[in-house]
């Protein structure tokens, strides 16, 4: 009784009722009924990413994986872990100077669950990427890209292309070898761009090679611009999945 | 009226001068003397006001009630107190349920403020053309909450889970401190560009590296413009779907190899015998 008591106090007060509009289940009065299910879609912030209905095959764990919405949930970790790590860590190398490196190191040893953290971002970024993949061939053998998907596919693509971009920016971050060579790798094939070459690699570097301003420029476009762009491009993507008719299929 | 055209040849005369066409400058003249006819008996010009169209429907009910209605005399229920012809007028209805409600009994204002000058009628026709028909087909569906929203939640939860499990067994590495002049004996790229690597292999580097990642991203863009076959059904589109897998198997090959299966200066190795050159 006690309990019940207490339950009802928290939700049935004016500050509970102006954060749980009508039909969330955390309010008063919920009932597992038609109408409170409908309304508990239509009444929260989710339902800019799902309508009330779907379809009914589309539960079905082997049609999509839930590959498309763990690709975004990994992204979010990955933002939330990013942050962690950016209260850690300075985008600053050169002789003497080599602080983000000091950075990394002191990450795993001093800072409580530091190492933990950078595992998580890590390990979660091949995850994204991998998932990413899985998504675009799922969604292909589906041939969820027909009329009138075609659009949201050109946009997948271009998502693909920005975790790409993610991950590559970030694996230069930790200032070590491993890094510095894995981007010496991509970077000198942009310099085989036709004819603006040199310029494009200029201004992806900050430099005619990999160094301190490599590093202050890819940090930004790491963490900043091209999460920026991102979360555009699936704002764009995740309208048009509800505009195109929700999720593809029955086969 | 006589029969032949009358207008009035002064606002005729004024609106060619104006310019205006023959005809319209015609019929505005015969408008206007039309006009100056009806001035001329008496008749008021414009919207007809409120009393006035309430009186003609008054009369229309009455001539209606007295039994030159076919409509209203069928639709009459037996007996009971209702009006003349067994119906009540809004009039009437309005009245009552005013009374019901213990209010003062007031002129019936047919929906308008009994001091506006004008009727508005809000009723119109569609025409069967102007109706949207959405024709579409019945689906099975189940609600979002709690199907899906569960389905997803605990998907999220064993991502999250197989991750920390992960992080807490796996650390990221760390290598020694960047050092430009000094090229690490096993030098590749995150695995994702291993393809593009191992492609650098057999081609010139604008090739591998810009030509071809070009010609793949904007082919996957093209692929439903291409792929005009209407159907998803696997049965129908074999020939898609093997291009595609071809390509997908094509390119995890190129991974593997580049990943697992050069060591140092790229050269070819097998891992279980020079070891492991792979770093994620």
Known sequence: MAKKDLKGAVQDNVVWKSIFRPGSIYRKGYRDTSRDRALAAMNNVLYHLHPVKVKRHGLKLTYTYCLGGLSFFLFILLTITGIFLMFFYTPAAGAGTEVAYLNMRDLSASVTFGQLVRNLHRWGAHAMVFTVFLHMARVFYHGAYKPPREFNWVVGVILLLLTLLLSFTGYLLPWDQLALWAVTVGTNMMGFTPVFGDQVQFVLLGDVEIGPNTLLRWYVLHVLFIPFITVLFLAVHFWRIRKDGGISGPL | ?280
């Open chain 2, 1 to 280: 009226m006589s029969d032949e055209v009358q207008i009035d040849q002064e606002v005729y005369d004024r609106l060619i001068g104006e310019g205006k066409s023959e005809r319209i400058a015609r019929a505005k003249a015969k408008a206007a003397a039309v006009r100056q006819a009806k001035i001329a008996e008496g008749q008021s010009l414009g919207p007809k006001p409120a009393e006035e169209a309430s009186k003609k429907l008054e009369e229309f009910r009455e001539k209606a009630a007295s039994g030159g209605g076919v409509a209203t005399k069928t639709a009459a229920p037996a007996g009971g107190d209702a009006g003349a012809g067994g119906r009540l007028t809004p009039e009437q209805r309005a009245a009552r349920v005013a009374a019901s409600l213990g209010q003062e009994q007031q002129p019936p204002s047919m929906g308008v403020p009994a001091s506006s000058e004008h009727t508005h009628r809000l009723l119109a026709l569609v025409p069967p053309s102007g109706i949207q028909q959405v024709q579409a087909k019945q689906q099975d569906k189940v609600y979002t909450w709690p199907h899906l929203l569960l389905v997803e939640f605990v998907a999220l939860l064993a991502v999250t889970a197989l991750l920390l499990v992960a992080s807490f067994f796996l650390d990221a590495p760390l290598g020694s401190l960047a050092n430009p002049n000094e090229v690490p004996a096993i030098n590749k790229a995150p695995w994702y560009f291993m393809g593009l690597q191992e492609l650098l292999r057999y081609f010139h580097p604008m090739v591998a590296g810009v030509t071809l990642p070009g010609v793949f991203m904007v082919g996957l863009m093209a692929v439903p413009y291409v792929d005009k076959n209407p159907s998803a059904h696997p049965e129908n589109r074999k020939l898609a779907n093997m291009a595609f897998t071809f390509f997908l198997t094509f390119w995890g090959l190129l991974v593997i190899i580049g990943s697992f299966l050069r060591g140092a200066g790229y050269e070819w190795v097998w891992p279980w015998v020079e070891g492991l050159g792979f770093t994620l």
